[in-house]
């Protein structure tokens, strides 16, 4: 199997976390001599800001909670620090929570250009508002407000679903626009089999 380099987008909500744990159980059963690396950016945020030691952890933690989008710097510095300490070129790469904004989108261009990973797979979870909200109340996580959840619908309105236009744009790319309404299983299902990875 040839490494994966697989960008995870959708709302916060269309349930791009479990998605990406599944398809990495896959991949070390399918092929477990190669590393899979898993980076999601929230879950780096959110463990950046329990520690509150430094200004910068207490001012992520200040506004994690609000739903705004943290600034490009910090958001490059965890997933390039994750790239740096764990990713080569024949890693699978499993990327949930960038890029959020075109910007990022061409920052993260550079990385790939450097780790040598010109393909790149983007598994679109199609997920209307009306459930992802219903989803980010139901799991109460202390950050699923009602003003974080619609400051976070806006911004990936606003911000993120550009960055989709872009990787149906650009060369060495497939797009996979993938109903996030399924049950979970059914998503699982559906992403294995438009890799071509299902054990």
Same mark, same amino acid.
């Given at each position: 199997?040839?490494?994966?380099?697989?960008?995870?987008?959708?709302?916060?909500?269309?349930?791009?976390?479990?998605?990406?744990?599944?398809?990495?159980?896959?991949?070390?059963?399918?092929?477990?001599?190669?590393?899979?690396?898993?980076?999601?950016?929230?879950?780096?945020?959110?463990?950046?800001?329990?520690?509150?030691?430094?200004?910068?952890?207490?001012?992520?933690?200040?506004?994690?909670?609000?739903?705004?989008?943290?600034?490009?710097?910090?958001?490059?510095?965890?997933?390039?620090?994750?790239?740096?300490?764990?990713?080569?070129?024949?890693?699978?790469?499993? !990327? +949930? =929570?960038?890029?959020?904004?075109?910007?990022?989108?061409?920052?993260?261009?550079? &990385? #790939? /250009?450097?780790?040598?990973?010109?393909?790149?797979?983007?598994?679109?979870?199609?997920?209307?508002?009306?459930?992802?909200?219903?989803?980010?109340?139901?799991?109460?996580?202390?950050?699923?407000?009602?003003?974080?959840?619609?400051?976070?619908?806006?911004?990936?309105?606003?911000?993120?679903?550009?960055?989709?236009?872009?990787?149906?744009?650009?060369?060495?790319?497939?797009?996979?626009? !993938? +109903? =996030?309404?399924?049950?979970?299983?059914?998503?699982?299902?559906?992403?294995?089999? &438009? #890799? /071509?990875?299902?054990?």
């Amino acid at each position: 199997m040839a490494p994966l380099t697989v960008i995870f987008v959708g709302p916060q909500g269309s349930g791009k976390g479990t998605q990406i744990e599944k398809l990495r159980t896959v991949l070390v059963e399918r092929d477990p001599l190669r590393r899979v690396v898993d980076i999601q950016t929230g879950r780096r945020f959110r463990a950046l800001a329990a520690k509150q030691e430094t200004f910068a952890e207490r001012k992520v933690a200040s506004t994690l909670d609000t739903g705004i989008l943290q600034p490009d710097f910090l958001t490059h510095i965890l997933w390039g620090e994750a790239m740096l300490d764990q990713l080569d070129p024949l890693a699978h790469l499993l !990327i +949930d =929570g960038f890029p959020r904004t075109v910007v990022q989108a061409h920052v993260l261009e550079d &990385a #790939l /250009r450097f780790f040598e990973r010109p393909e790149v797979v983007v598994i679109n979870l199609e997920t209307p508002e009306d459930v992802v909200r219903a989803r980010m109340h139901d799991r109460a996580r202390a950050d699923d407000t009602d003003a974080s959840i619609e400051n976070r619908l806006r911004w990936y309105h606003d911000d993120t679903l550009p960055v989709l236009s872009y990787y149906r744009d650009r060369p060495q790319t497939t797009v996979h626009d !993938i +109903d =996030g309404q399924q049950s979970m299983h059914a998503v699982h299902t559906t992403i294995v089999e &438009a #890799l /071509r990875v299902s054990v």
